[in-house]
């Protein structure tokens, strides 16, 4: 729904109120026919016979009924609105409640035939026996009926009970009820109809028992009603904001044209100086339109927006057409006939008050209270789940892309990525659920309604998007591959941190005091060491830091290295192991790589250039290899840059600041935090499961400072100018390209 680019909207029940009340009607006066206000009183002016005509047309000529409830004596309706119009019309002003007159016929068996409302007649009939002859009760759209009738009753206190005056209506007296039904009735934007009977001659009563219905020939006219159905009071608004989002609403209604045209006005679907004819058409002019007219009409400057006297299939048509243009179609409707066009439309919505069962079978939403502005918050929300995706889609691939050049990198310059699984699995519970609890839960803004509809073949990722994830990737993996370049020189150049740990390497040296020269301590070559069967082992990936160890099977000698430092060391040091190496005496086991040592934490201490005095399993503090502090950093920086960019994905267009709608999302706000701690007892508490150690202030600070530097990188990258995003097809493609694909989809819907 979010994608719609048209609505084509019934208007009872959805634009407006679906509270019909008849408020005018036209009746013949004498020689002519005047238009009065419905008020209550017009039983007297009408007279008795035409109120008695009239009451068995409204009470027998009509499926719908009420029932006035305990409280207030309210009616409840049932059945068709315009229908229990006429029946509360009929009880206010024509002195007498349909269940009355019903229940009379009912005993006397006067029904022959009822005949419901059909689209193609547009009436419908009741066939009734009246004092020996049949009389057919018609009533339906004036346009039709007015050109069946021949004559028309003459209102007035000389119609006496049983006795209908009655007058030739000629073209004249046609084109002033005309007149005064545009002008009086459909102008004002009421529901014009038109209520006639025929009585049958004895030679044509068999004919008329017999036929399914008869023809629309030879009528009288009794009454033209108008009927209000008031506008919804949130239509115009809901109309206004498809309208700035780029979604063309369509009106598809049974009314006539003046009074289709009206409602439009009034809804904001037309404006008051759009006389565009071709705007509006009612239901032939629309049916004899060619299939190139008509998708000229659906994409040309001058749009089509109303279709008046409407049928289904001319709902259906309107469909299909637009979708076979490439358009992303919503539609509404009710009733059993509406089912087809339902369930071709790309969003088919059910009225759920005034639909029927099979219009909510073939649909895709049903609407709860009938009313368009409930579309709106479809559109909105269908919106902002689109935008969600978007936003989650370009952090994902932000994440994806970093961590893996970072591991890549680091892979090739270090000899081992700087990234662990267990590091590796947090990031990717930080890109998958945690991003999406954060980037999908934003509720819909107002402002989405501001941008163009995506149309069928839009792009999930736009030319933005590739801004943002290549911007973004580019500058984390800059920063993170500098920290890789900047750690591994201080390594290399032998530089401790606060703890002893050398960067990457992970061993420790051994704490001061110690006995220089002594086993286990730092030395620069073999002969600094006391013991002269003592080696001086390099540490892994340097030439300028080693110890002082015995090779396997060495036994220690007394001598030492004249030069050697005198120890300043309790003498109770020289034997305990908390600094995690072989105490002193004890021979290192000979190794040739990592895998050989029995202890899976030791590291084989050596690469390659003491070959005749082999390499050397060393053990670590407390039995394990101490987590890089490097990879610390590296890792830190890298979460939180992760974190502070969530701030930028929730951007999809060219917005400097991160902060709208910020205060909405408690959701947002919870996750940040949820992981900033977890974060935080990883890198502190995590030691070897996590490959972290803890990091001092000054460290700490400076990884959320280069972390916080991806909020401004994000300001100013979206600052730069991008091109607009490359229209789906041309107009011939758009009007041909899918007709062979569109055609078998339907088939397939409707097989």
Known sequence: MGSATDICTDKTGTLTLNQMTVVKAIVGKGKSVEAIDVDGSESKELGEATCEALRQNISLNSTASFERDDEGGRAVLSGSKTECALLLYQEASLGAHFGKVRDEWRASNGVRASYPFSSTRKSSGALIELDGTLRYLVKGAPEVLLEACERFVVAGDGNKAGTLRTRPLDDDMRARIRQLSDNELASAGLRTLALAYRDFEADERGDAADSDEPALAGLTLQLLVGIKDPVRPEVPAAVGQCQRAGVTVRMVTGDNVVTARAIAIECGILSDADNEQRRVLDGPAFRALSDDELDALLDGPTQLAVVARCTPLDKQRLVRRLRLARHVVASTGDGVNDAPQLRLADVGFAMGIAGTEVAKEASDIVLLDDNFASIVVAILWGRNVFASVRKFLQFQLTVNLVALITAFVSSLYLGFSALSAVQLLWLNLIMDSCGAICLATDPPSPELLDDKPAGRNTALITTRMWRFITGHTLFQCGILIWLLVAIKTASDAGVPDRNGTYFFVGATVP?????????????????????????????????????????????????????????????????????????????????????????????????????????????????????????????????????????????????????????????????????????????????????????????????????????????????????????????????????????????????
């Open 511 to 751: 704490p001061e005091p110690c006995h220089a020269g002594g086993l286990g301590c730092v030395c620069a070559a073999d002969s600094l060491c006391d013991d002269a069967a003592a080696v001086c082992s390099p540490q892994i990936g340097t030439n300028d830091v080693a110890w002082c160890v015995l090779p396997l099977g060495a036994v220690p000698t007394t001598s030492g290295a004249a030069n050697a430092t005198p120890s300043t060391a309790p003498a109770a040091a020289a034997d305990n192991d908390a600094d995690g190496l072989m105490p002193p005496g004890h021979a290192m086991p000979v190794c040739s790589a990592v895998g050989s040592c029995v202890n899976e934490f030791d590291v084989c201490h050596d690469e390659g250039y003491l070959a005749e005095a082999g390499a050397f399993c060393l053990s670590r503090a407390g039995g394990k290899v101490l987590p890089s502090r490097g990879q610390t950093i590296v890792f830190n920086t890298f979460v939180w840059m992760q974190v502070f960019n969530e701030f930028n994905a929730r951007l999809l267009g060219d917005t400097i600041l991160p902060t709208a709608g910020l205060s909405k999302n408690n959701l947002f706000w919870g996750t940040i935090i949820v992981i900033a701690i977890v974060q935080a007892i990883m890198t502190v508490f995590g030691g070897a499961f996590t490959s972290t150690t803890d990091l001092s202030g000054i460290e700490w600070l400076g990884c959320l400072l280069l972390a916080v530097c991806v909020v401004p990188f994000g300001a100013l990258l979206r600052l730069v100018p991008m091109p607009k995003e490359r229209d789906e097809e041309d107009e011939h493609a758009k009007l041909r390209e899918s007709i062979a694909f569109s055609e078998r989809e339907l088939a397939l819907q409707f097989s």
